[in-house]
């Protein structure tokens, strides 16, 4: 799978604005490959990643693994070698939240998952989370702010770039939210 430059840059923007919660698992094995990634596509950057950029308390995506997975020294399995293993037992998971519509003027949000993916397919899931950060079916820029924002948020291709905090706009803090699954 080609991932481009402005896949990288949105994916990095996604992470660093803390938009994503990836479970202990996975952080440190995605965070080196996508630091790789962009070390490799020279993408240009102020800072940094950090374990802390993937976790958040209120995410729009997230990539969790019920199994510890050996980013480091495992052996890719030929493929012709691999298993037929049905979907229930593929452990690695990635879900995007996104708006799907409005209820007594509050957001309703529907979790989708993006992919299910094998211990061994550990590189094809962090490739589809990148792509999946990096599309503006998920998320895009701001055309006043130019800070990226959870699609859902942009009205025109534009946030309400008046308001403090994204957790204010979603209404985290006010128990009337409505989510949808």
Known sequence: MEISRNQLKQTLDVLSQG????????????????????????????Q?????????????ARMGSATDIDFFNGQEMPKEDKPFIGDRFNTIDIRIC??????????????????????????????ALIVSLGSDEYFSYCASCHEVKPTGYLNNNACDCGSETMQAIAGFKDNNLSVAY
């Open 48 to 60: 940094y990643l950090s374990l802390e950029c993937f976790h958040c308390d209120y995410p729009y």
């Open 98 to 127: 996104s708006i799907v519509g409005t209820h007594l003027s509050k957001p309703v949000y529907r979790w989708k998952t993006i992919g299910r993916f094998q211990e061994h397919e550990i590189l094809e899931a962090i490739n």
């Open 19 to 46: 938009y994503v919660c990836l479970d202990e698992n996975l952080r440190q094995g995605v965070l080196v490959y996508i630091e790789s990634q962009l070390i490799e596509q020279t993408v240009e950057r102020d």
